[in-house]
Antibody
């Protein structure tokens, strides 16, 4: 079946980096954009950016530019999101989600989420 | 801060209907497709509506979406206890800081 499986929970210190993986299965990985969305505790959804797995092209939310890097490895159908210079307010659940195009037409498959905790 | 405004909460009895509004502007809802997501406690969001008013396979027709101008609406009829969740609208914002945007979220309570 079509699914996205993310890597496990992470605990990081302020100033460190975290890299979350998202492995796709059951569909053509390069045929859909991969978006990253995060949700801080008790808060709403926040869009972080997307990667086009076919071309490797990316588009990051202005808020995260300079701190986020999205990459992919087509040989293993996996997308990655790396966030650097972590702060306590980066503590959140991070989701990957696929969409047929780049403009949030509708993200129909989501990963299970990866909890990232930033604490000294 | 989200650029899309939703009511914090709506409620109704089982079997009744609720509507959730999502208010934006010409740079987002006014010129882009809207999608809606349901998030049950402790789970990932689930797509309910895409392209303003289309339902993915498996989503019952109790859920409907519409868009008019710079606002969108999600309707849920025949409310069930399993519908108790948070609901978010989402779209693209074509302003200078172009990117995806979500609504503030609405908690649906089944009385």
């Amino acid at each position: 079946q079509v699914q996205l499986v993310q890597s496990g929970a992470e605990v990081k210190k302020p100033g460190a980096s975290v890299k979350v993986s998202c492995k796709a299965s059951g569909y053509t990985f390069t045929g859909y954009y991969m978006h990253w969305v995060r949700q801080a505790p008790g808060q709403g959804l926040e869009w972080m950016g997307w990667i086009n797995p076919n071309s490797g092209g990316t588009n990051y939310a202005q808020k995260f530019q300079g701190r986020v890097t999205m990459t992919r490895d087509t040989s293993i159908s996996t997308a990655y999101m790396e966030l650097s210079r972590l702060r306590s307010d980066d503590t959140a659940v991070y989701y990957c989600a696929r969409d047929r195009l780049e403009r949030l037409y509708g993200m129909d498959v989501w990963g299970q989420g990866t909890t990232v905790t930033v604490s000294s | 801060q989200s650029v899309l405004t939703q009511p914090p909460s709506v409620s109704a009895a089982p079997g009744q209907k609720v509507t959730i509004s999502c208010s934006g502007s010409s740079s987002n809802i006014g010129n882009n497709y809207v999608s809606w997501y349901q998030q049950l406690p402790g789970t990932a969001p689930k797509l309910l509506i895409y392209d303003n008013n289309k339902r993915p396979s498996g989503i019952p027709d109790r859920f409907s979406g519409s868009k008019s101008g710079t606002s969108a609406t999600l309707g849920i009829t025949g409310l069930q206890t399993g519908d108790e969740a948070d609901y978010y609208c989402g779209t693209w914002d074509s302003s200078l800081s172009a990117g995806g945007v979500f609504g503030t979220g609405t908690k649906v309570t089944v009385l």
